[in-house]
């Protein structure tokens, strides 16, 4: 499959994607103002950026940034607020736009007076079955720094890196793995596949202020987003009680403002790895990166190229190398696989019987193991007295995210297992409801039937 076509620059301009996709379209004094901010850092790249602070609490910036929050939605912080408590407490559930809100935060930010709340920690499940922890900040600081995303973005992606894709306007996961793709079709089949240790969780705060002040120089920008990295973490123990901590390093993943803190300090990475000196010449090695997973693929790795790597990331950047996980692959031999961003890449016999073999891109293992187990959590005994018609809904909603991811490559053989998982799934499921036995109507089949009460098979 062709990897989707990236928007223009124009578009770029006038749109911002959400966190769900969503393209939420931006004012034009928005749009304009990112636009000359944008082409004033691609102009001038040694030029530093002294006054943004007005332009952060500007009310149509802040506006817009209240728009983007809502429509991201999102879970409550610690203050418990939801983003319908606000509408609510507005007084009017048409007015999707509290002026009140929005005139509090910007009073609180030209008066210097805005303090950023405590971060709520929760854990997510990974694709591996550990647990990631998120930091999930208050509405209000969700809206503040969504506003300073929408002045510094535009700075700092005049400077990023084409191999840079993670958390980028314009840019996606798809297009990183079409590019893998491209080189490995290009003959560079050896494959430094990097892991880094809890990579959000251990930027030191000193280097990470020092790469976003070579670009911003206005002391309250860089009082804002101290303030941020700053915030007390709280979460709950074994017992249910709230424990507050004060991190030392890092930025928490789950806030706005991280995934571009997080590519600004790993875009030190990418720039030195492309210079005249780095080995992008002297190794002829490419380099896709997508936030925090990177792979850097070569003819050759040798140990000069793969000691260069984790010297700069470990010396220079003061990150943590995960060596179990990380490795060298070389798919040039038979069985070797690269995992990279939930897809594996595998030189496969061609099907056709011809003794050729072709890169086969397919969703991973692992990934498939993770859909069956969420499968199994929305088709189990606890949604015995759950209306079918809905239980089918919310099947539908989970493998119709699933495939619009893994919709790249060739992913058609795990569709057809979790077709066969879903079917039988349901199966017990419409047998074990009642103490009677199901029965299919007459002449039907599991298959037909369960289409015929609207299941999407993949």
Not at 37 to 52: D, Q, T, V, W
Not at 141 to 169: H, K, M, N, W
Not at 402 to 414: Q, T
Request: glycine share 8%; proline share 6%.
């Amino acid at each position: 499959m062709v990897a989707p076509k990236a928007p223009t620059t124009e578009e770029m301009e006038e749109f911002l994607e959400t966190l769900e996709g969503k393209r939420v379209p931006l004012p034009r004094k928005v749009a304009l103002l990112r636009r000359k901010l944008g082409r004033k850092a691609k102009l001038e790249p040694r030029f530093r950026f002294y006054a943004m602070y007005d332009r952060i609490y500007h009310r149509d910036v802040l506006a817009m940034a209240w728009d983007l929050v809502r429509v991201n939605g999102g879970a409550p912080g610690v203050d418990g607020v939801r983003i319908e408590d606000i509408l609510k407490a507005e007084g009017n559930p048409e007015d999707r736009r509290p002026k009140e809100l929005i005139e509090d935060i910007r009073n609180s930010l030209l008066n210097k007076t805005y303090r950023p709340g405590p971060v709520l920690r929760v854990y997510i499940e990974k694709e591996n079955g550990k647990l990631r922890p998120l930091g999930i900040p208050n509405v209000i600081d969700r809206v503040v720094q969504t506003a300073a995303l929408l002045i510094l973005e535009p700075i700092f992606e005049a400077d990023f890196e084409g191999c840079s894709y993670g958390f980028r306007p314009g840019r996606s996961a798809h297009q990183a793995l079409a590019e893998v793709r491209r080189h490995l079709q290009g003959g560079y089949r050896e494959v430094y596949d990097a892991d880094l240790k809890g990579y959000f969780d251990s930027i030191p705060w000193g280097k990470l202020m020092a790469c976003v002040r070579m670009r911003v120089v206005d002391g309250n920008v860089l009082n804002l987003i101290r303030m941020w990295l700053q915030a007390p973490v709280v979460e709950r123990d074994s017992k249910g009680r709230k424990v507050e901590t004060h991190p030392q390093q890092g930025t928490p993943q789950g806030g706005v403002i991280s995934p571009l803190l997080a590519n600004i300090y790993l875009h030190w990475f990418d720039k030195v790895f492309h210079r005249n000196n780095g080995p992008a010449h002297w190794a002829n090695a490419k380099l896709v990166r997508y936030a925090d997973d990177f792979v850097a693929l070569a003819r050759h790795q040798s140990k000069r190229l793969v000691d260069w790597m984790e010297g700069k990331l470990e010396g220079w950047l003061g990150l943590s190398v995960n060596r179990e996980k990380t490795k060298v692959v070389t798919l040039k031999a038979n069985g070797e696989s690269l995992n990279f961003l939930s897809y594996t890449f595998r030189f496969d016999r061609s099907l056709y019987g011809t003794g050729r073999r072709y890169l086969n891109v397919e969703p991973s293992k692992k990934a498939v193991a993770k859909e069956r187990r969420k499968l199994r959590e929305l088709i189990s005994r606890e949604m015995n007295c759950v209306p079918i018609p809905t239980v089918i809904q919310m099947v539908n909603r989970q493998v119709g995210g699933w495939a619009n991811y893994f919709s790249f490559g060739y992913p058609r053989k795990a569709c057809r297992r979790l077709n066969w998982f879903m079917q039988r799934r349901l199966g017990r499921h419409l047998r074990r409801r009642s103490q009677r036995p199901y029965k299919l109507p007459k002449d039907t089949s599991m298959y037909v039937h369960l289409k015929e009460l609207g299941l999407h098979y993949l």
